[in-house]
């Protein structure tokens, strides 16, 4: 089971940006698909992000135009660049491969809090 930990989360202001990268214990080039999720105080863990090995990328509505998931196979590294920042966007935000979320196996995350 590949580790996962997150980084790059911090304070910033709205219309801000930041790049949040996710760093695997072992090669991602073999893994399908790749995803970043978010959860806010007092809600539920939502989706955010698929990228496939393909390179093949969707995003939920709220942050589509905005975000956007990539991966470095050499570097082991997955990205997530969020911009135009919006208060709604503060949570703790989570990396993974699919199959730890079907495990229901999650890393420690990273916060990212949006306010002025």
């Known amino acids: 089971q590949v580790q996962l930990v997150e980084s790059g989360g911090g304070l910033v202001q709205p219309g801000g940006s930041l790049r949040l990268s996710c760093a695997a214990s072992?090669?991602?080039?073999?893994?399908?698909?790749m995803v970043w999720y978010r959860q806010a105080p007092g809600k539920q863990r939502e989706w955010v992000a698929t990228i496939t090995s393909a390179r093949s990328t969707n995003y939920a509505d709220s942050v589509k135009g905005r975000f956007t998931i990539s991966r470095d196979n050499a570097k082991n590294t997955l990205y997530l660049q969020m911009n135009s920042l919006k208060p709604e966007d503060t949570a703790v935000y989570y990396c993974n491969t699919l199959g730890n979320v079907v495990l229901g196996s999650w890393g420690q995350g990273t916060q990212v809090t949006v306010s002025s």
């Open positions: 072992e090669s991602i080039s073999s893994i399908s698909a």
